[in-house]
């Protein structure tokens, strides 16, 4: 079983950068996709970024593109998440997790992920 910890997240100004990070505090997650998710009150968990278990493959929200890089460190069994440029409309809790299934390509649907971290809040004021 894999324990997933975010960390990172904070209160920022429009324009602002925060990295947040995602270690796997039991279990290794070497060799599965991994992908970002936020959620705010009473809506749905919305897809951010998602990365293959090498690295080599990516994919993003049209609302995040270009403005932040998802990347992962499989010696030291974390996630990463840069995020530029952040506005208002980022404010959420961001949620890390692991695929399913072995992660040949980034995963999209949140079904397709079996473990999650616990959240960090991103606050991003105007």
């Known amino acids: 079983q894999v324990q997933l910890v975010e960390s990172g997240g904070g209160l920022v100004q429009a324009g602002g950068s925060l990295r947040l990070s995602c270690a796997a505090s039991?279990?290794?997650?070497?060799?599965?996709?991994m992908g970002w998710f936020r959620q705010v009150p009473g809506k749905d968990r919305e897809f951010v970024a998602a990365?293959?278990?090498?690295?080599?493959?990516?994919y993003y929200a049209d609302s995040v593109k270009g403005r932040f890089a998802i990347s992962r460190d499989n010696t030291r069994n974390t996630v990463y998440l840069q995020m530029n440029s952040l506005k208002p409309e980022d404010t959420a809790t961001y949620y890390c997790?692991?695929?399913?299934?072995?992660?040949?390509?980034?995963?999209?649907?949140?079904?397709?992920?079996?473990?999650w971290g616990q959240g960090t809040q991103v606050t991003v004021s105007s």
């Open positions: 997790a692991t695929s399913k299934t072995d992660g040949t390509v980034p995963f999209t649907d949140p079904h397709d992920y079996g473990y």
């Open positions: 039991r279990g290794t997650f070497s060799g599965y996709g």
């Open positions: 990365i293959s278990w090498s690295g080599g493959s990516t």
